[in-house]
Structures are given as C-alpha cells and as structure tokens.
C-alpha cells in the first residue's frame, strides 16, 4: 500500500487544499477523490509518500486526464549519482 497526497484548488473558496488516500496506485488514489471530493474539475498535483525512498510526483489538468510524472529522478539533487572512473 502507497499514502497518496493529491492537492487541488476548492472551487467555491479558491484556497489549496489536500487529499490524502492510502492506496495501492495512482488511479486508484484519483478514483477515491473523485468518489469523495467530486463535482468539479481541478488541476491535480499527486504525490507518492514513501518511507525511505523519494517522494514521487505527478501532475494532471483535470481529474480525467493523463497523469505526467514531474520528478522522475531526482537523485542528482542529493549527490547519488557517481560517475564511471571516479
């Protein structure tokens, strides 16, 4: 099982709000807030909170779009990355 953190737009207030699921994919962390938060549509920002592993993030311009992954690896950041030779 994933925990799943999808932050959106509320489009009565206009103030970020999130949504954490704990499921096994992605599609299925965007079906339950489609189950539990429906009725509009909203540009989605979906992240995969992982223990001891980097948090995986996705993006989407609705709730039935594509989802596209933002940081597919990251690990340059952190100084994981060590060349041949050295």
Known sequence: M????????E?????????????PTLMN??????????GFDTPLRITQLA?????KT???QGRYSV???VNQDQSHKWGLVW????
Do not use: S
Not at 51 to 55: H, M, S
């Open 2 to 9: 994933n925990i799943w953190k999808i932050e959106y737009r």
């Open 11 to 23: 489009p009565i207030c206009g103030g970020n709000r999130e949504h954490v699921v704990k499921t």
């Open 29 to 38: 962390a965007v079906a339950d807030f489609n189950l539990h938060k429906g």
């Open 51 to 55: 223990i001891g592993d980097y948090p």
């Open 58 to 60: 996705w993006t989407m």
């Open 67 to 69: 989802p596209r992954q």
């Open 83 to 86: 060349k041949a030779g050295e």
